[in-house]
């Protein structure tokens, strides 16, 4: 069950780019693996957090980049001006980014408890 258990736990940790558990004396192996597993829960649960907060964020700047909320329009991106350089819409897509970065915390933190258990 441990060589089967360590296996599963490796290939979990790689799949996040993680480093796999180290091979450990009889005596250490059962801690260890607990241990390797616990460190692959807390990262998972980060990094999911991130990728909600990051995913509310844009989602905040995307509405505040000008669609009219026909769906078939939203669904293909930021709005940009076509009389402006790709830099200018850039540099305005990261100004709306960073605008909506505290709102956006505050929106994230509502929905944490539906995306991450406690």
Request: a negative charge; charged letters at 30%.
């Amino acid at each position: 069950m441990t060589g089967r258990l360590r296996t599963a736990i490796n290939d979990l940790s790689t799949s996040w780019e993680l480093e796999a558990a180290n091979e450990v004396g009889v005596a250490a192996r059962d801690d260890a693996l607990v241990d390797q597993l616990c460190y692959l829960g807390a990262v998972v649960r980060d990094r999911v957090r991130d990728a909600l907060h990051t995913g509310v964020k844009r989602a905040m700047a995307f509405v505040c980049s000008g669609f009219s909320y026909v769906m078939e329009v939203v669904s293909h991106g930021f709005v940009t001006d076509i009389s402006k350089a790709d830099a200018e819409n850039k540099e305005r897509l990261h100004g709306l980014i960073d605008e909506v970065e505290g709102p956006g915390e505050r929106l994230a933190k509502l929905f944490e408890p539906e995306v991450l258990p406690p």
